[in-house]
C-alpha cells in the first residue's frame, strides 16, 4: 500500500503532462477542422497558419483548443484514444472471435514475439557459450571481447536490411528467421558481459579451495562458476529479453514487412494513422513487459531454490 | 593420549609412516614482481611430526601462509625441496593428503551447511550413502548437528568457520592446514573456538598447521610454534612448547605459558630489527 502512493503520484504526473502536451500538438489539426466545420479561426487561411507559431495559434483560438483531444488522426493521441484503439484492436477482436485477423494487434505481437524469442535463444546460447569461452581462454578474451564491443557500436537499423538480403540471399524463405538473427544480434551482447562477471565472480580463494580437492575444471565449472553466475544471468537475460523485442521490431520496420508489431508501425506512419502506430508502440511495450516479469518470476524462483535470502 | 581411530579410514593411511609428516629443506621461493623479485620464503629448514601442531606466526609479509600454501601446493617452491607424508606436495594433494580451511569459511551460498560439506566428497566421487555418513560425523564433531539443513547466512560467523572446518575434515586427510581461520571473529567467540579445536585435535590426531598472528593463540594450541621474520621470509625461531597436552582456558594465566609467549614476543621483535 505504502508501495502504492508513489508509484501513483508519477503514474498520474505522466499522463497530466500528456494531457497537457495534446493540446499545443493537435492545434493545427484542431484548427483545420474548426475551419471546414465553418468556424471562425485566427487566421483564417490554412496557408497562413502555418507561419503562426502553435503559441500563438492556442492563445488566438483558445475556444477551439478543446477539439484536439478528439481529432481522427492527431499528432499526438490522447492516453484514452490510445487505449481505446489497442482495445478495439485487440480485446474487442477476440472477443468477437477474430483475435487472429490480420488487423489485431494480437496477430502482429504473436509473430513479433515468436521471432523475439527465437532471437532470444539464440542470443543467450551465443552470448553464454561467448562468455565460457572468454572466461577460460585467455586468447579468445583478447580477441573475441572487442568484436562484441564493436558489434554493438553498428547502429542495428543499418544492419537490417543487410541481414534480410543476405538470408535470402543464401535461400532462407520467410522472415521469421532473418528477424530472429537481428534481434539476437542485439540480445546476446548483455548475456555475453553478464556471464563473463558472473563465471569470474568467485575468488581466489574459492577456486583455491576447489584446487585443494584436485577438482577438475568441469567440476570448478559446474559447482562453483556456474552457480555463482545465476543472479548475473537473469539480469542480463532481463536486459536481454528487452533487446531482442527491439531487435525484432527494429527487423520489421525498414524491410518491407507486413506483419509484426513493426510493420504496424511503418504502416501506420505511411498511411497516417497514428493512433495505429501509438496502439502497436504501446502493444509492444506490454509485451516486454510480460517478458520481463516472466523472467523476474523465474528469477525468484530460481533464487529461492538456491536459497539466497530473500 | 586418545588412540580413536574412527576417522583414519582413508587410502593412505597406513602407508607411508616415516617420521616426519611435513619436511621442508633450505626452501626458497622468489615472486617475480614488476618491482623486482620478492623473496617470500628463503632457507627454510623445518620438519613436522605425525600429531603435532604447528603453528606459524609473524608480521604479514614473513612468508607464513605462503609456506602453507607451499605445503598444500597451491604455489610452486622455486628451491630447496618439500615432502607432504613421504610425497612431493602435488601427489600429496591428488593422495588427498590434507585438509585446508581458510581465513574465510567460504562456504557457497547456495548450499545448505550439509551440501557444503558435501562439496568435497562429491568432487571425490564417494557414495550418496557415504557422503550422507561423513556428514552426519563430521557435524557431529563441530558441534554443528542441528544445523545441517541451514544455509550459511543463517549462521554465526563462528559457526560457518566451525562448518568450514567440517568440510575439510569429511575426507579423512591426516593433515589439517588452517590459513588464520578464526582471524576475522571476535576475541570471545575465538577462545571458545580455539578450546574445540584442541578437543577435535585430540580426538582425531590430525597433524595441524596453523597460521595465526596471535601470540596467545599460538602458544595456547601449539607443540610446536615457528615464530617468522619478513623480507626475507625466514624462520627466526621454532618453540617446543613444554606445555601439557590438556589445555584448559585459564592455562594462559600460568608462568609456564607467559614464559613461552615471553619468547614470542622476542622473537618477533628480533626480526623487525630488520625493518627501518
Known amino acids: 500500500m505504502r508501495n502504492l502512493v508513489p508509484i501513483l503520484t508519477v503514474l498520474a504526473a505522466i499522463v497530466a503532462l500528456w494531457y497537457a502536451a495534446v493540446a499545443p500538438m493537435n492545434i493545427r489539426g484542431a484548427l483545420d477542422v474548426a475551419e471546414r466545420a465553418g468556424s471562425d479561426v485566427v487566421p483564417a487561411e490554412s496557408r497562413a497558419r502555418f507561419e503562426q507559431s502553435i503559441w500563438r495559434l492556442m492563445a488566438d483560438n483558445s475556444e477551439h483548443i478543446a477539439l484536439g483531444y478528439s481529432l481522427d488522426r492527431p499528432r499526438l493521441p490522447t492516453p484514452v484514444q490510445v487505449g481505446a484503439e489497442l482495445w478495439k484492436t485487440t480485446g ?6 477474430r483475435a487472429l485477423s490480420k488487423r489485431s494487434l494480437i496477430y502482429h505481437g504473436w509473430i513479433t514475439l515468436q521471432s523475439t524469442l527465437w532471437g532470444f535463444a539464440l542470443g543467450t546460447v551465443l552470448g553464454m557459450a561467448g562468455a565460457i569461452a572468454i572466461v577460460y581462454s585467455r586468447v579468445v578474451n583478447m580477441s573475441l571481447m572487442p568484436w562484441a564491443i564493436i558489434s554493438q557500436t553498428v547502429p542495428i537499423v543499418a544492419l537490417a536490411p543487410m541481414i534480410i538480403v543476405l538470408s535470402s540471399q543464401v535461400g532462407i524463405e520467410g522472415r521469421t528467421v532473418p528477424k530472429a538473427i537481428i534481434s539476437a544480434y542485439l540480445c546476446y551482447f548483455p548475456v555475453l558481459v553478464g556471464m563473463v562477471k558472473g563465471l569470474r565472480s568467485p575468488g581466489a580463494a ?11 575444471g568441469l567440476q570448478a565449472f559446474l559447482k562453483l562458476r556456474l552457480p555463482a553466475s545465476m543472479p548475473y544471468l537473469f539480469t542480463s537475460l532481463k536486459i536481454g529479453i528487452a533487446a531482442a523485442l527491439v531487435g525484432t521490431i527494429v527487423g520489421e520496420l525498414p524491410t518491407g514487412a507486413i506483419s509484426g508489431l513493426g510493420a504496424r508501425i511503418l504502416i501506420g506512419d505511411q498511411f497516417g494513422t497514428p493512433l495505429a502506430i501509438w496502439a502497436a508502440l504501446f502493444a509492444a511495450a506490454i509485451l516486454a513487459g510480460i517478458l520481463v516479469t516472466l523472467l523476474d518470476l523465474m528469477q525468484r524462483a530460481t533464487l529461492r531454490r538456491m536459497g539466497v535470502q530473500a | 593420549m586418545l588412540n580413536s581411530n574412527h576417522l583414519d579410514e582413508g587410502p593412505q593411511s597406513g602407508l607411508n609412516r616415516e617420521k616426519h609428516v611435513i619436511s621442508a629443506k633450505s626452501l626458497d621461493l622468489t615472486f617475480q614482481t614488476n618491482d623486482g623479485p620478492v623473496h617470500a620464503l628463503s632457507g627454510v629448514d623445518l620438519d613436522i611430526g605425525k600429531g603435532e601442531f604447528v603453528s ?56 545448505t551447511i550439509e551440501k557444503n560439506i558435501a562439496l568435497p566428497l562429491e568432487i571425490m566421487g564417494y557414495s550418496k550413502s557415504e ?19 541451514k544455509y550459511p547466512w543463517q549462521l554465526s560467523g563462528g559457526m560457518q568457520q566451525r562448518a568450514s572446518i567440517a568440510r575439510a575434515l569429511a575426507f579423512d586427510a591426516d593433515i589439517l592446514l588452517m590459513d588464520e581461520p578464526f582471524g576475522a571473529l571476535d576475541e570471545i567467540v575465538r577462545d ?23 601470540i596467545p593463540e599460538a602458544v595456547y594450541l601449539s607443540t610446536k610454534i615457528v615464530v617468522m621474520s619478513p623480507r626475507p621470509g625466514r624462520i627466526t625461531d621454532v618453540i617446543d612448547s613444554p606445555l601439557p597436552k590438556e589445555r584448559p582456558l585459564d592455562i594462559r594465566d600460568t608462568p609456564e605459558f607467559l614464559a613461552i609467549a615471553h619468547r614470542v614476543r622476542e622473537g618477533l621483535r628480533a626480526g623487525h630489527a630488520y625493518d627501518d
Not at chain 1, 574459492?206 to 577438475?216: E, F, G
Not at chain 2, 555418513?133 to 554443528?144: G, K, Q, S, T, Y
Open chain 2, 192 to 214: 571458545h573456538l580455539n578450546e574445540q579445536l584442541l578437543e577435535l585435535w585430540a580426538r582425531t590426531e590430525k597433524t595441524i598447521g596453523f597460521v595465526t598472528h596471535s
Open chain 1, 92 to 97: 474487442e477482436m477476440a472477443l468477437r472471435g
Open chain 2, 131 to 149: 557422503q550422507d555418513e561423513r556428514i552426519a560425523r563430521v557435524l557431529d564433531l563441530v558441534e554443528l548437528s542441528n544445523f545441517g539443513k
Open chain 2, 56 to 111: 606459524f606466526i609473524g608480521p604479514s609479509g614473513c612468508g607464513k601462509t605462503t609456506f602453507l600454501r607451499c605445503i598444500a601446493a597451491l604455489e610452486a617452491p622455486t628451491g630447496g625441496t618439500l615432502t607432504v607424508n613421504g610425497m612431493t606436495p602435488d601427489e600429496a594433494r591428488r593422495a588427498r593428503a590434507y585438509g585446508y580451511v581458510f581465513q574465510a569459511a567460504g562456504l557457497y551460498p547456495w548450499r
Open chain 1, 206 to 216: 574459492q577456486l583455491d579451495l576447489l584446487r585443494t580437492y584436485s577438482a577438475s
